[in-house]
């Protein structure tokens, strides 16, 4: 039953966490985009002017923030386009690398904004941009403009990668490089409670609405065929609203466009897109296509009365068996067809989801730059109920539309897309975290986050929701059913990532008041696994890194299980401890016992695909422990049959296509597994690992076009963003070498919770590198270790200090002969204490 009520947690405003303003390293002024943007920025003014009206800012790596613009001189009021991107490729498309869709995320989702430059100063942007390596601005007025200072008010943490705490570098500067993406990405995609504010602002004329994905009422979930009622007051361009939609921006969507005035519109008001005094309807996400994203197409209904701004106007819409009736005010009625809806929702169009025509909640929203007022909402029922009444002019209204400032410090699953907390992400970010930034306060924040929001009756008790959007409140945690029903293995991949803030840490006093939330979710879990194959299943349910009854899922759950034995051992609970041991050895036992298929000399996929099998199945059986040092070395000789172009498919039934998604997700689950075969395995074999870095990692710091200093959340086969513009390229998920080349090929680990004990195996000559040092963060302070080969591979120089207050050792290999302050060390070990720096040297090595 439930012990906890979290309905108090989520009531404090948080305040704004200052990072300062982060500036561009380079510009270039011209007619286009420039790639090789140049000139050092400095203190110097930057105009434009007709005949040179475009500027390109890099700022070298991603960041986040508020953007703005100090105005020294202009020559009358100037409009400026203004794009944001993390791809350079994105600056050709009139939306750039917008819009965003799935959430209105606390942020602008459009990555197009126009400014109205009227007098010398500083303006400053309504909205966050999560996450962008480029700022373009095109000059839309004849008249000239001087700039003092362009940039963001950062949002994020904005320290640069060789000076965050944990560091690493080695003799192979694209590894060092590699390295950097974690460091990057886990600044711009954790957010500080307090710096994600509402995107709304209710006022006593109700929400005052700049333009934005609509936010949807959580309140509406339940109803359909309903008539939806509202005043509004078209401030600048129109106004939006949906109907028949899910709480994720999908469904029946409505713009209202003004007259267009002289004096409020925008230079570059796209007319074809939005003509003025029309409706314009789609069903789907948005009324344009963002790169692989569809939607519906539009339907155009331009009005036969003039739409004035700055007046009120009452709206209402009906769902009906014919159509989507929309009265304007009274005076004019327009029917949209039902096809487009029935036609789209029964073909299922959109890989991401769709809604049925006639049923689901409203929400409002108005177009890229347009601006507007909604007020006295009212839902009235077929059989005349009025079901719903907000007068839109009390700031609760922001948590039940999704759009209340953000409280919590959290880390998403990307820095612009989908900003969304999502569990499974949380796997890599943490770890990513603790190697690099050793911000854990995002880490516990964000266990307390997806806490509050625990399921707490059936079905999916115990579950926490897969991605929680930033500006939603628990009490409304209902109407987000389908975010405890998917992707079972993200909870999994959730308690992995809690043990593992646990270990790195030893913060029991944060994780002591879960705990029982912690193991009412193990429970939870645990009732998955199947009672006659003893694998991990579940009648029409979908996991994300392979199928039921199958290898992957089921030494996952056993992974995620042993990772919470420390934690569990120290808060005394035996039990739990002893039960997570025995189910986990059990799960590892029926794997090897139903799904190792000496044929195929690796894991089966699942009973249901025994000849079929996957890169996940072969990760997590080495991360588990489920398989010996046979398999391993067989699974490693198996994955060549999986390459695909600059890295390797996830399954051996994946199409090979110039279009197959590679994911730097599961080949970082894979990259450490090759190094648990390597250093316990005893599996000598780096090739594929090597593949990995030099082929595939490589591609997200070699191509300056795509380059966002961040790592990415897929790759086409050629190395391209593999989900074309809407590819996230501050992706978390994407950054395990951070955590791998520190732990792995440098060599140190913590040997007990918070690193009170920790060893440093130096992984000589690893990959083909003569040095490898670095810095690993600990609760006490720094381990500093440093490894370098020397005499042409005949000798080392290991270099190791720990902080105090920990015990370390140097664990070394049965090779070669070490001597360590004049003493003779053969195939041994080195222990330290305290903070003095130890060098042992070895000879008689062949490397
Ligand atoms: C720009 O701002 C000026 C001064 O506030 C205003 O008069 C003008 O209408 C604005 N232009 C647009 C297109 O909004
Ligand atoms: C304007 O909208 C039309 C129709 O959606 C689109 O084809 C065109 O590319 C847009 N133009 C610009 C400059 O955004
Ligand atoms: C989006 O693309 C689909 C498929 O090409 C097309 O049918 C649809 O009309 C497009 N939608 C918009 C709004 O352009
Ligand atoms: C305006 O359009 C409606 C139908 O949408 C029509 O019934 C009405 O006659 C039109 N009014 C004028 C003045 O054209
Ligand atoms: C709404 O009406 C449609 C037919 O017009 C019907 O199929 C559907 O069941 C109704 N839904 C609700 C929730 O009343
Ligand atoms: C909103 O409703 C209130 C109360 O019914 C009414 O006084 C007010 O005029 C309405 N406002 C608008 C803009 O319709
Ligand atoms: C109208 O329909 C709703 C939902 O089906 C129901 O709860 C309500 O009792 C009905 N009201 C009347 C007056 O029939
Ligand atoms: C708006 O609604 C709230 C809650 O129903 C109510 O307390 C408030 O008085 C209303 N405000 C106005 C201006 O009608
Ligand atoms: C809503 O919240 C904002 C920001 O905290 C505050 O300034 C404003 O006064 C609040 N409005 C109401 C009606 O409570
Ligand atoms: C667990 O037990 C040990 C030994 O009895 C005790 O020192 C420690 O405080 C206990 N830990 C917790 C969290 O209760
Ligand atoms: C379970 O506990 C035993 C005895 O302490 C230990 O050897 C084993 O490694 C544990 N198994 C797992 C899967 O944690
Ligand atoms: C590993 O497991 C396989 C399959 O159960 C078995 O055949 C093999 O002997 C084991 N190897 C070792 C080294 O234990």
């Not at 690993?776 to 042409?792: H, K, L, N, R, S």
Request: hydrophobic fraction near 40%; proline fraction near 5%; charged fraction near 15%.
């Amino acid at each position: 039953m439930p012990t906890f009520i979290f309905c108090l947690l989520f009531t404090a405003v948080a305040g704004f966490v200052d990072y300062g303003d982060v500036l561009p390293e380079s510009y270039a002024v011209g007619s286009g985009p420039t790639l090789d943007a140049d000139s050092p920025y400095s203190d110097s003014h930057i105009a434009l002017s007709s005949d040179k009206p475009y500027l390109t800012l890099d700022f070298a790596t991603e960041v986040a923030g508020f953007p703005f613009f100090e105005v020294v001189s202009l020559s009358a009021p100037t409009q400026i386009e203004v794009k944001y991107a993390e791809d350079f490729t994105a600056l050709d498309n009139p939306y750039s690398d917008g819009p965003w869709t799935f959430s209105n995320g606390l942020s602008n989702t459009f990555r197009t904004e126009t400014f109205n430059l009227t007098e010398p100063g500083r303006f400053e942007s309504y909205f966050v941009q999560g996450g962008q390596r480029w700022m373009t601005a095109r000059l839309l007025t004849s008249t000239t403009v001087s700039f003092a200072e362009i940039g963001f008010r950062s949002t994020a943490e904005h320290v640069a990668t060789d000076s965050t705490i944990g560091q690493f570098s080695s003799s192979n500067s694209v590894y060092d490089r590699i390295w950097d993406l974690g460091a990057r990405v886990v600044q711009v995609a954790c957010v500080d409670a307090g710096n994600a504010p509402s995107t709304w602002d209710i006022t006593p004329d109700g929400a005052f609405i700049r333009g934005q994905q609509t936010a949807q009422s959580a309140r509406g979930t339940a109803y359909g065929n309903y008539t939806l009622s509202f005043s509004t007051k078209i401030v600048k361009g129109g106004t939006g609203w949906r109907v028949a939609s899910g709480t994720t921006p999908t469904g029946a969507v409505v713009y209202l466009t003004s007259n267009y005035p002289e004096e409020t519109t925008f230079a570059n008001t796209n007319r074809t897109l939005l003509p003025p005094n029309t409706l314009v309807f789609n069903f789907g996400h948005s009324i344009v296509n963002q790169s692989t994203l569809v939607t519906g197409w539009n339907q155009y209904f331009p009005l036969n009365t003039s739409v004035r701004e700055g007046e009120w106007y009452n709206i209402s819409t009906t769902i009906t068996s014919k159509g989507y009736r929309v009265n304007i005010h009274g005076v004019q009625e327009v029917l949209v067809p039902i096809f487009e809806a029935e036609y789209l929702s029964a073909a299922s169009a959109s890989s991401f989801s769709s809604s049925p025509p006639h049923t689901g909640t409203w929400g409002f929203g108005p177009w890229n730059g347009q601006e507007a007022y909604v007020k006295n909402v009212t839902v009235t029922l077929q059989n005349g109920t009025v079901a719903y009444t907000n007068n839109m002019t009390s700031n609760s209204t922001l948590a039940e539309y999704g759009v209340a400032p953000l409280d919590a410090s959290v880390c998403l699953d990307g820095a612009k897309r989908d900003r969304l907390v999502w569990i499974g992400d949380f796997y890599h970010t943490t770890k990513v975290i603790a190697s690099s930034t050793d911000r854990m306060d995002y880490a516990l924040g964000s266990i307390e986050y997806a806490f509050a929001l625990q399921k707490q009756e059936p079905p999916f008790e115990g579950f926490a929701p897969i991605s929680a959007s930033l500006g939603s409140r628990p009490e409304y945690r209902d109407a987000f059913a389908s975010n405890y029903a998917a992707l079972l293995d993200y909870q999994d991949l959730f308690m992995g990532a809690i043990g593992d803030y646990f270990w790195r840490t030893n913060d029991l006093s944060g994780l002591a008041k879960y705990w029982p939330n912690i193991k009412q979710l193990a429970e939870a879990r645990i009732a998955y696994i199947d009672p006659y194959s003893g694998l991990v299943a579940g009648d029409d349910v979908f996991y994300f890194l392979g199928p039921v009854n199958g290898s992957a899922v089921t030494v996952l759950l056993s992974y995620g299980l042993q990772r919470l034995i420390p934690l569990a051992e120290a808060l005394n609970d035996t039990a739990a401890a002893e039960c997570y041991n025995k189910t986990a050895t059990a799960l590892n036992a029926a794997v090897n016992r139903e799904l190792w298929n000496p044929a195929l000399g690796t894991y089966s996929l699942s009973l249901a695909a025994p000849s079929n099998y996957s890169l996940t199945s072969i990760a997590w059986t080495l991360l588990s422990g489920a398989a010996n040092s046979t398999q391993a070395a067989s699974m490693l000789e198996i994955l060549p049959s999986l390459r695909l172009g600059v890295g390797y498919k996830t399954s051996s039934s994946d199409v090979e296509s110039p279009t197959t998604q590679l994911s730097p997700n599961i080949l970082g689950m894979l990259l450490e597994g090759l190094f648990i075969a390597q250093r316990d395995l005893g599996v000598q074999d780096t090739a594929v690992a090597k593949t990995l870095l030099d082929e595939f990692w490589s591609q997200m710091v070699t191509q300056d076009e795509y380059y966002s200093g961040a790592s990415w959340e897929y790759l086409y086969p050629d190395g391209s963003p593999g989900i074309d513009l809407f590819t996230s390229l501050a992706h978390p998920w994407g950054a395990a070498p951070t955590y791998v080349l520190p732990e792995y090929v440098l060599g140190v680990t913590a040997t007990s919770p918070g690193f009170r004990t920790w060893q440093f195996r130096p992984n000589l000559g690893a990959l083909g590198l003569t040095e490898a040092k670095g810095t690993v963060p600990t609760p006490f302070g720094v381990i500093e270790a440093g490894w370098e080969v020397v005499d042409g591979g005949k000798g080392a120089i290991v270099t190791v200090k720990g902080p105090k207050g920990t015990s370390g050792r140097v664990v070394l290999g049965e090779e070669g002969v070490g001597e360590c302050e004049g003493r003779k060390q053969r195939g041994g070990y080195v222990d330290l204490d305290g903070e003095k720096e130890r060098t042992v040297r070895l000879s008689g090595l062949s490397l």
